[in-house]
């Protein structure tokens, strides 16, 4: 019953931009983010937001190139990736679940649905 479905996911050069789209259906309206693994890295939690939309998460490594929204009426999440770096190729997957938390200081939290995930590929 519960899928998270991303896409927007591709092959973009040094600088350029992206924007992930997450589609939820069979699920409420709870804290939703996205994670991303590259190969020979620990997964990391990249963005998240709380259900109402009022606090977000950002890592360090994103801050002020990465920009996470919702609608809560079509339930879905979307990423926008500008500035992308080669250190952003990875697989990027949308999580949500009833436990979800952000701290915004800190990180996302108890998100246990998850997504297949989409593969961004940054190179020249």
């Known amino acids: 019953q519960v899928q998270l479905v991303e896409s927007g996911g591709g092959l973009v050069q040094p600088g350029g931009s992206l924007r992930l789209s997450c589609a939820a259906s069979g699920v409420d309206y709870y804290a939703i983010g996205w994670f991303r693994q590259a190969p020979g890295k620990e997964r990391e939690g990249v963005s998240c937001?709380?259900?109402?939309?009022?606090?977000?998460y950002y890592a360090d490594s994103v801050k002020g190139r990465f920009t996470i929204s919702r609608d809560n009426r079509k339930n879905t999440v979307d990423l926008q990736m500008d500035s992308l770096k080669p250190e952003d190729t990875a697989v990027y997957y949308c999580?949500?679940?009833?436990?979800?938390?952000?701290?915004?200081?800190?990180?996302?939290?108890?998100?246990?649905?998850w997504g297949k995930g989409t593969l961004v590929t940054v190179s020249s």
């Open positions: 999580a949500t679940g009833p436990r979800g938390t952000v701290v915004p200081q800190w990180g996302c939290y108890g998100m246990d649905f």
């Open positions: 937001i709380s259900n109402s939309g009022g606090s977000t």
